[in-house]
């Protein structure tokens, strides 16, 4: 099979960035196949600690050849344009083509060797490659500073169809080759590169597991069977098993114990110390508790003193977070909360304090105003110091020790959602998260710091994404409305002195909405010109509800899939295309309504008007689509029986009237000249 492998080696690649890299490879190197015109059948992507790997399946040895049309002077234009156009074609006159008054020359570009373009792509592929850091080094031979990548490359192979393409790399003072090493500790010798299979084959003779897939299965798999010898299982991990499996060119799997008085230590935090200090997996038990045993994946194999050695780090590890926790366990969080008037929230809106008596003021509950008062005390604990990680985990776990209400402690821990999936479960808990999210909102938008393209550094879009998901998805929370938050978190700014534009509620509704289209689409699967002809307008209304409004979106979209559906778009576009031609707005005189067809639509428009705001207030969509639907006959004998445009003024008048009232009672709905199609 014709192909060409691409390896670029360097020094140790982060983790994290390893996905995103191969992903980015895999898209840009087809992009410069496309460009060169190269000819070939798929482009997979590899990547370990060490190096990144192009695979090229099916190149053939011969790019495809172009033509381009390309328009010269004028049929009458001076010789001395005639002569330059031939200059530039490389064609005579008798070769070009006359057309539309135009001279025009086919220029054809025959097929290059790939070999001729393969440098050319390598080059552009390292000039385009983004990484979310770099680095230069020097090189004192050539005293100049390399092209910037993510870590010093040490080498790049290059093979097409088992041969070298060997050519000097700009900026790197190296050439291209055929050899490559393996893993750098077990198996560091050389190895010759000929084709994609053997290559693969032989880094995994040498310690090398090419696939980063291949890797995380590996681990999860040595993971789960030791686990079982000993009756425990693996907690699943997925991000923890991305990261490490991007650490270790082959992996090594060990178990060891914890020692047994960690245990008295609350699961989260034993788990959380082990992952984010050590890179370690937790276990648990049949019963769902914690097993004490770690997991640990290596470089290389391990004997029994390095395992004694990796479980002293853990119990030195351990020990902090043992201290940290008896030492926080010694003040209330009710004790921290007046510290909170110490840290600054932000220089134009105050102290973390305000904040917190500001969430007060938006609670409706003596549970809620108690969940918001110790909401951000766990941010003084030494647990989150050392874990910020655990936020809300931690003040859960201490209001519990505390003998807090049940639904105080559960607001503590839930009013961060949506995290991995959850969602605020209780009133009490939804109030506060609204509540949280809104104050950062209404405050940064009333000082005007708004996101502004790719940045975001108070992540305000994410917190009304985050609002969204909250809302759109409850439905026992159906009459939530929005307003009546943003218009107390207004004053409770203003009560605290800190000055807001005057509109920044309308403001703050206005920005939810924008990312509220985007969430529809996203989240319920609804097209964008559904959600935008529900959602275009809807921050002007005073009752903001995302439920009702992303239910009516998804009730529209089913409605749009049957005939009816369609027959009464098509008639609200062709009523548009009437009334543009007329912008005066009539009054309806049904003295004057003649034909049956117009007698029967105005009827069936009076109806649904009078329906309309019951059914939207009570949130009854399908009934609202279903009496919409009845608009379908009355509409449809109208344009096939009724002339609108005729010579009696005051009938064609009243009949704009008709149109414009059915336009009326359909944009309660929705607006239908955002539909496409």
């Known amino acids: 099979m014709k192909e060409w492998l691409l390896e670029i080696y360097s020094e140790e690649i982060p983790a994290r960035m390893q996905l995103q890299a191969q992903k980015q490879a895999c898209q840009l190197m087809e992009v410069l196949l496309k460009q060169y015109g190269a000819l070939y059948h798929k482009v997979e992507t590899f990547i370990a600690s060490h190096r990144l790997v192009v695979w090229v399946q099916g190149l053939e040895n011969i790019t495809e050849s172009t033509q381009e049309v390309r328009r010269g002077p004028r049929l009458d234009a001076p010789q001395s344009a005639l002569a330059g156009f031939a200059k530039a ?42 990484w979310p850091k770099t680095m230069r080094w020097y090189h004192p031979k050539t005293q100049t500073f390399t092209r910037p990548w993510i870590r010093p490359i040490r080498g790049i192979v ?23 090493q393996g893993h750098r500790f077990l198996a560091p010798h050389k190895i010759v590169v000929r084709d994609f299979q053997t290559y693969r084959s032989d880094l995994e003779k040498a310690f090398v597991i090419l696939d980063h897939h291949q890797r995380q299965q ?42 047994p008085h960690f245990m008295n230590l609350p699961a989260v935090v034993l788990s959380t ?109 030494q647990m989150v110091g050392e874990f910020p990680e655990l936020q809300g985990m931690m003040g859960f776990i201490y209001a519990c020790d505390e003998g807090q209400s049940l639904e105080v402690v559960k607001a503590l821990l839930e009013y961060y959602c949506p995290l991995e999936g959850e969602e605020p479960k209780s009133d009490i808990s939804l109030e506060l998260s609204i509540a949280d999210r809104m104050d950062s909102l209404v405050g940064f938008i009333g000082v005007g710091i708004k996101p502004t393209g790719s940045k975001d550094p108070f992540a305000l879009r994410r917190s009304a994404l985050e609002t969204g998901k909250i809302l759109m998805k409850d439905e026992n929370h159906h009459d939530f409305d929005l307003w009546p938050f943003l218009k107390q978190s207004v004053q409770s700014y203003q009560e605290q002195g800190i000055s807001l534009a005057a509109d920044t509620a309308e403001q703050v509704i206005k920005f939810l909405n924008e ?30 509800n995302l439920y009702a ?38 009054s309806i005189n049904a003295d004057l309504l003649q034909e049956s067809a117009e007698k029967n639509l105005y009827t069936a428009l009076q109806d649904l008007s009078k329906e309309c705001q019951a059914l ?12 919409l639907s009845q608009l379908r006959d009355p509409i449809d004998a109208f344009f096939e029986t009724v002339r609108v445009n005729v010579d009696d003024i005051k009938i064609r008048q009243n009949r704009y009237a008709l149109l414009q009232h059915f336009i009326k009672v359909v944009d309660q709905i929705a607006d239908f000249s955002q539909l496409q199609g």
């Open 89 to 130: 074609t490389g064609l005579s006159q008798d070769q070009w083509q006359q057309q539309q008054g135009y001279w025009y020359a086919t220029l054809t570009t025959s097929g290059r060797a790939i070999e001729t373009i393969i440098p050319d792509c390598v080059h552009a592929f390292l000039d385009q490659f983004s």
């Open 158 to 180: 290059c093979v097409y169809n088992e041969n070298p393409i060997v050519f000097p790399v700009s900026g790197l003072d190296l050439e291209t080759g055929n050899t490559t």
């Open 218 to 259: 590996i681990i999860e798999k040595e993971l789960g069977e030791q686990a079982h010898k000993i009756g425990i299982k693996l907690q699943a991990n997925p991000a923890l098993l991305e990261e490490v499996a991007g650490l270790v060119d082959h992996p090594f799997v060990s178990l060891g114990p914890i020692d």
């Open 273 to 381: 110390s082990m992952r984010i200090h050590q890179k370690y997996f937790s276990f648990e038990t049949k019963e769902g508790s914690l097993a004490p045993y770690f997991g640990l994946v290596t470089h290389v194999p391990l004997n029994q003193d390095m395992l004694q050695g990796f479980r002293r780090v853990l119990q030195a590890r351990l020990t902090d977070a043992a201290f940290f926790y008896e030492v926080d366990r010694k003040t209330s969080l009710e004790d921290l909360v007046p510290q909170l008037d110490g840290i600054v929230f932000h220089e134009k809106l105050g102290s973390l304090g305000q904040k917190v008596q500001r969430l007060e003021r938006l609670m409706t509950t003596p549970e809620g105003k108690q969940a918001a008062h110790l909401c951000k005390a766990d941010l003084l604990t």
């Open 515 to 544: 990312r509220m289209i985007h969430a529809s689409v996203d989240v319920m699967g609804i097209p964008s010109d559904v959600v935008t002809a529900v959602f275009g307008q809807a921050w002007l209304l005073k009752n903001y």
């Open 549 to 586: 409004l992303s239910q009516k979106a998804l009730a529209l979209h089913l409605f749009l899939k049957k005939p009816e559906g369609q027959t009464l778009k098509a008639a609200y576009r062709r009523t548009n295309g009437i009334l543009q031609k007329d912008q005066e707005t009539y």
């Open 616 to 627: 939207l207030l009570n949130h009854h969509y399908q009934g609202l689509m279903h009496k």
